[in-house]
């Protein structure tokens, strides 16, 4: 077997690699489709933890406080949000035999674990998948900070930003056919280009602590896998 070149990392995933076709909701199949993604990972051995975004089920900013709510509030039903992905995906996951730990930043017990970073690290160790639901546990901040966050936090050695694209690219491709798709860049150049994919907030935490980013296409092929095994997929954001 291959030999991957990250033994440990974090995928960041957005919320509509769980939605049904219309990008709302979440769609079982979809889930199933994903857990065989992560399946490919994990049976290389390699230590995984997910933190997921609730697109497809609530934006704080546009569905919330852009018509009037209190930012702070739709903040937080964005966090329960990403539990409900959470869960939705750790039940997909456990049925490819795959066991999985959902860890929370804002605590129900009920439901899930509270965060809590030696013991995410320590059921990684053990061959789980750790799914750290509800964002930092405070408003204002996306799910793209609480990858970065958790990525420094249980020593990730790449953060893996799974989206709709396929790479960074020096224009929008869906409005310049001619856009170029970049294949390495600095944390600096990502954030004068200011890039879409990945906030500033999250670059600018992975750029102080040197955390590597690779940002791909969730639906080609194996590309989560490619990724992992050290070939060329995406854009790479490092130091």
């Known amino acids: 077997m291959t030999k991957p070149k990250y033994n440990r ?4 995933l957005g919320g509509e690699a769980l939605s049904t076709p219309n990008g709302t909701g979440i769609d079982p199949t979809e889930a199933d489709t ?3 993604k992560i399946k490919l990972i994990k049976d290389l051995d390699v230590q995984v933890a997910i933190v997921i975004g609730a697109g497809n089920l609530w934006r704080g ?3 919330g406080a852009a018509h009037g709510m209190e930012r702070a509030t739709a903040d937080h039903m964005g966090m329960l949000a990403t539990v409900m992905n959470s869960l939705a995906l750790a039940d997909a996951l456990g049925r490819y035999g795959i066991v999985t730990r959902v860890q929370t930043a804002i605590e129900m017990k009920a439901l899930a674990e509270p965060y809590i970073r030696g013991r995410a690290i320590r059921h990684m160790e053990k061959g789980r998948v750790v799914i750290l639901g509800a964002g930092t546990g405070n408003p204002y901040f996306t799910t793209d900070t609480a990858a970065a966050l958790r990525a420094m936090e249980i020593d990730a050695e790449v953060l893996i930003k799974a989206t709709k694209v396929d790479g960074v690219y020096d224009t929008d491709p869906l409005k310049n056919t001619q856009a170029r798709r970049i294949a390495q860049l600095t944390y600096i150049e990502a954030l004068n280009l200011g890039v879409r994919v990945l906030d500033s907030t999250a670059l600018t935490l992975c750029m102080e602590n ?3 980013i690779i940002v791909l296409n969730l639906w080609q092929e194996d590309s989560v896998k490619k990724a992992v095994l050290g070939e060329k997929v995406g854009t790479l954001i490092c130091p």
Not at 9 to 12: F, N, P, Q, V
């Open 210 to 212: 040197q955390m590597p």
């Open 34 to 36: 994903l857990a065989q």
């Open 61 to 63: 900013m546009t569905d």
């Open 9 to 12: 990392i974090l995928l960041k």
